[in-house]
């Protein structure tokens, strides 16, 4: 086990309360259901793989005695050979003992595949060399490709034999290993993977590594394993049902934990708090604050962010803090907060939408958007949300006419008042969202 992996463990940190979680996958794993693949997803920066080194620890921990490999797959993809990959992965775990038998067993099998390799590798420099002769030489190259290809196809054939009873003996040798010691594979990474590599790290666990007592746990996003099947084999293939059948168990990590019996947290939501809290240049942003607090939660809520994009909403909130000092966002009144907030958040995630915002003015309808909000005229008897209020200032500011912000002289009126409370009651505070939005903006983007 890598020193990388060692540094993981629940008892260090399990803010998420995703113990339980591993605590049950390794029942599984123990159990004699047959649950292999099994395949743990979620969307790419949710803690997958800080997740899969707790479990690796755990397991370990309480079961002593099962061989576990690691693999990150994205680190491998280069060498072509998946076989080898897991392979190599397996003997590193195993005893000094028991290592050579299985290497010997597994030499015949890695010949045939690189064999294989070389054969695809001539085929296609005959291709590319065809496509750049005089026409008058295609003939002669085309006849001479098909001797080296029926030349080809023979030896094929005789070594797919050879190889099928490599594999037999390769699949007997780690089912022996495995009944002393069960194995279990965890392969992480794999939708970071070229597709092509994905997809035969895939079959050769199906096809090579389908022995019993050895386990195989795929920690992956779901959805780019589903692009990279459609890459390989078209848009006709049902990825779905390929996984499917190709996959025993599948669970998702969540994306809230229970802060109490009756009530579930946003993941990313706390662990923007978190960020905050130890960083005294952010501790306004914390929970503690309530308004901005809620603000920043609704906008993490809305869009979806995972837990790498709440790190890189924290990095470019420092960044500015950093950039302008006492002109930061702390310090400064409500109103002022709301807007800055947002466009760090804006300069962070929609860059298209902000290069242009002086020149062509602001795209009002996707900012609307990304704030989430439906109806922010009308106050409904209650006072308006900050992602109304931002989304109202903006509108003024911008010009656009949309129809749900159209005001009756009441709410005009009504608005006005609310404005000038966030604002403390100060006057010439007419587009201020829009002067708040372009300052930050030249700020982030080093601009004089």
């Known amino acids: 086990m890598t020193e990388e992996i060692g540094a993981y463990t629940f008892d260090i940190r399990d803010e998420y309360q995703r113990k339980p979680i591993a605590e049950k996958l390794i029942t599984l794993l123990e159990s004699e259901i047959d649950i292999s693949p099994m395949l743990i997803t979620g969307y790419w920066g949710t803690g997958k793989t800080e997740f899969c080194h707790k479990l690796i620890n755990l397991y370990g921990e309480q079961h002593s005695e099962v061989n576990i490999a690691y693999v990150d797959a994205f680190k491998t993809d280069h060498a072509d050979e998946p076989v080898m990959t897991l392979l190599a992965a397996v003997l590193e775990m195993l005893p000094e003992g028991q290592k050579q038998s299985l290497i010997d067993k597994a030499l015949p099998v890695m010949r045939f595949s690189a064999k294989t390799i070389l054969k695809a590798g001539v085929s296609w420099v005959l291709r590319q060399d065809a496509e750049g002769v005089a026409k008058d030489l295609e003939g002669e190259i085309k006849e001479a490709s098909d001797v080296v290809i029926n030349h080809s196809v023979e030896n094929i054939l005789k070594d797919h034999v050879e190889a099928n009873k490599s594999i037999e003996a390769l699949q007997i040798a780690l089912g022996e290993l495995a009944e002393i010691n069960k194995i279990v594979v965890f392969v992480d990474e794999l939708d970071r993977c070229r597709p092509d590599y994905a997809v ?249």
């Open 200 to 448: 035969s790290m895939l079959e050769s666990i199906k096809h090579i590594f389908n022995v019993k007592g050895v386990r195989f746990v795929l920690v992956v996003n779901e959805s780019q394993l589903r692009a990279s099947i459609n890459h390989c084999y078209g848009s006709a293939i049902e990825a779905q049902r390929y996984l499917d059948k190709f996959l025993k168990f599948k669970t998702e990590i969540p994306d809230t934990f229970p802060r109490s019996p009756a009530e579930r947290m946003n993941v990313s939501i706390e662990h923007f708090s978190n960020c905050c809290r130890n960083n005294p240049k952010l501790l306004f942003l914390a929970r503690s604050n309530e308004g901005l607090f809620g603000f920043v939660a609704s906008l993490i809520e809305e869009n979806k962010l995972s837990l790498r994009e709440v790190e890189t909403f924290v990095r470019y909130s420092e960044i500015y803090h950093a950039l302008t000092g006492e002109r930061s966002v702390e310090g400064k009144v409500y109103g002022v907060q709301l807007p800055m907030i947002f466009a760090i958040y804006m300069a962070c995630f929609h860059p298209e939408i902000t290069s242009g915002f002086n020149e062509v003015g602001p795209a009002i309808h996707e900012i609307v958007s990304i704030l989430g909000v439906d109806t922010p005229a009308s106050f409904s008897g209650r006072f308006p949300v900050p992602a109304q209020v931002i989304a109202m200032m903006l509108v003024q500011g911008s010009g656009v006419v949309i129809d749900e912000f159209q005001l009756t002289d009441e709410e005009e009126e009504r608005w006005n008042e609310e404005i000038r409370l966030l604002f403390s009651g100060s006057f010439g505070i007419e587009n201020i969202g829009n002067r708040l939005f372009s300052s930050v903006f030249s700020t982030l983007r080093l601009a004089s």
